[in-house]
């Protein structure tokens, strides 16, 4: 196999090919221009330079045109990334995934550990099994959830999410796609292909290995990324007033107010419950609510939006009173897209003065008033008998029209940052049913994944669980760009001869070496190249070189090949190795160097466990 014959043709190209590769690289790390940026930019170069600089296939067509490097676009993995990415929003606008979280959390009840130890293993579990996309999708706005309860950043969880789904995918041949394309690559090459459990157990050394990390190394080192917007929400301290009316089949009929605190509200602080011309106050003993019971309560904006997403009609508008007012279709308010927002009472609004049921807010702006909150007071009594002054801030429920006319509105003053989605609940079942319709056409195997995952995005709007403009929104333009980009490189180092020149280089190298030590430095190179080219690229790749060095060093090919399967896996030390890497970044606010600072420590660590296993285990 020895030497670098057969790339003197296009040795220029090749390294016109390493050079871009690497430059492209620094800029994703430095961040000098944004990613969409980059990765277009990528692309252009390598459709420039080949135009002028063509490698001509037996047929005399360039093989690195434009519609060679321009095929990403239309790559079936880009599209079900981003179709998923759609359905993972429709999941999340919902609510459907609550439960979940709440189960976890019972499960781990206030020890954070347990909890995320709950989570991260039922996705390496799950994720032997089903295809890591969806399994992430499916635990990214859990973790979420769970970020936010356990009160985390979200960007010290969900990149350990993304790693203990690749570590399942290991441990069987369905885990990943990688697996299988080593599988088939093997059959083009003559030999064996792979049983379902041929890597199980050294799968299962390094998942565990990997495991402890992600638990316990991962989240130190990992910065809090949280989006300001979200601190704003989170640190603003700011506890409204709000009230319930119980009226019949609530669930808050003959639950008692212990200290204040109701079981099956969190984070809610009862003031008062008022039934009929009778006002009880704390301590509330064993007084029961009843049906027609007003209960006035104190809470956080994320406790009122949590309890709104169990029950839409929960709280009571300021105004409810709809003979008085007129109001037609006001249930129109309460479905469809649902926005939450703070106003402050302007100085010098009309609204000073006067109570919440006479200001006729709701008639005129169609919004309702949900809670009422008055720095340094502490306000005891109906919400709606509260007379208004300059600095209330009132938190509102409209549809997004009328929140965003709140901004002419001279009695009020939008506060930046605080206009948030609720979930639409009533489409919940609908969600849960497309989700899981895709999961089983997908695992069975009846249609692609792509299929499955474009069809269930289509259903998410056509149901009503996202609008267009939703739809949109969840498409991250990072993961539209970047894959293609990575597609197109991967594309011309296997043209340009750029893996076979790394790989034969590596055989030179290490010249007159014991077959354990090819094996492991084959290992970490493979898995270097799988951050540079994607996982799957390499897979395909390296499989064929793996053979021919086992050949040559005396060595089953088998334990070369289960090698590229666990060193491709590893394509976690950027964002463009991995899909699953690309599906936790918008979530985790990731930038493009924390993948690295993770990532590459867990790399080592899979290197150094699979390099003590697998001679003891091959007998090498």
């Known amino acids: 196999m020895g030497g670098l014959v057969g790339f003197s043709g296009n040795e220029l ?42 490698i001509a296939g037996a047929d005399g067509g360039n093989l690195l045109g434009a519609d060679k490097l321009l095929a990403g676009f239309a790559n079936p993995a880009l599209i079900t990334v981003l179709a998923l990415l759609v359905v993972g929003q429709g999941m999340v606008r919902t ?32 994720s032997a099994f ?88 991962c989240p130190m080192l990992l910065p809090d990324r949280t989006s300001l917007s ?43 419950i008022l039934r009929g011309d009778r006002v009880v106050t704390p301590p509330y003993h064993d007084f029961e609510i009843e049906i027609g019971d007003v209960v006035v309560i104190a809470a956080s904006r994320k406790a009122l939006a949590e309890a709104m997403s169990t029950d839409p009609n929960l709280l009571d508008p300021a105004t409810r009173e709809k003979e008085a007012y007129r109001i037609e279709n006001d249930e129109s308010l309460r479905i469809g897209e649902r926005l939450l927002a703070e106003v402050m009472v302007a100085p010098a609004s009309r609204m000073i003065g006067q109570r919440l049921r006479a200001t006729g807010f709701q008639v005129r702006t169609r919004c309702f008033v949900l809670g009422v909150e008055r720095r340094a007071h502490m306000i005891r009594s109906r919400m709606t008998d509260i007379a208004l002054e300059a600095g209330d801030v009132l938190l509102v429920q409209g549809q997004a029209e009328d929140i965003r006319a709140l901004r002419g509105n001279p009695d009020v003053v939008i506060l930046a940052g605080t206009s948030e989605e609720l979930p639409v609940v009533h489409h919940a079942h609908r969600a849960g049913l497309i989700f899981f319709g895709i999961v089983v056409a997908a695992a069975t195997g009846i249609v692609p994944v792509v299929v499955a995952a474009l069809t269930g995005a289509m259903a998410m709007v056509a149901v009503g669980a996202l609008n267009i403009r939703q739809a949109a929104r969840a498409v991250d333009s990072n993961i539209l760009t970047m894959i293609p980009a990575a597609l197109a490189m991967g594309a011309a180092m296997q043209v340009t001869g750029g893996a076979d020149y790394l790989a034969h280089a590596l055989i030179k190298a290490l010249a007159g070496a014991g077959p354990v030590v090819v094996l492991s430095a084959f290992f970490l190179f493979t898995a270097i190249i799988a951050n540079i080219i994607s996982a799957k690229a390499c897979a395909v790749l390296f499989t064929p070189i793996a053979v021919g060095i086992a050949k040559e060093v005396g060595v089953d090919p088998m334990i070369f090949a289960v090698a590229v399967v666990f060193a491709a896996n590893c394509a976690i030390a950027t964002p463009i190795g991995y899909q699953t890497s690309l599906l936790v970044m918008g979530p985790g606010h990731y930038r493009f160097a924390d993948y690295f600072r993770a990532g590459a420590p867990l790399i080592i660590l899979l290197w150094l466990a699979f390099t003590i296993f697998a001679p003891i285990y091959y007998g090498l």
């Open 13 to 54: 190209q090749m390294w016109v090919t390493f050079a871009l590769i690497l430059s492209v690289l620094a800029l994703y790390v430095s961040e000098k221009l944004p990613i969409e940026v980059t990765s277009i930019a990528a692309i252009c170069g390598l459709l420039v330079f080949f135009q002028f600089f063509p």
């Open 95 to 126: 609510g459907v995934l609550e439960r979940g979280a709440r189960f976890v959390l019972g499960l781990g009840g206030d020890r954070a550990w347990v909890s995320i130890t709950v989570v991260m293993t039922v996705v390496l579990v799950v």
């Open 230 to 272: 979200h601190r704003i929400m989170e640190r603003s301290g700011k506890y409204f007033l709000a009230q319930i009316t119980v009226e019949e089949g609530s669930y808050l009929i003959g639950q008692v107010a212990v200290g204040g605190v109701l079981s099956v509200l969190h984070d809610v602080r009862v003031r008062m």
């Open 130 to 217: 089903l295809n890591n996309i969806p399994v992430v999708v499916i635990f990214i706005p859990i973790m979420q959830v769970l970020a936010d309860k356990l009160k985390r950043p979200s960007s010290k969880l969900m990149m350990g999410l993304s790693f203990a789904s690749v570590l399942g995918g290991m441990t069987t041949l369905i885990g990943s796609g990688t697996n299988l394309l080593v599988s088939s690559a093997l059959i083009q090459v003559g030999e064996r292909p792979f049983s379902f459990f041929d890597f199980t157990v050294p799968g299962l050394v390094l998942a565990g290995v990997g495991l402890l990390y992600v638990l316990i190394v």
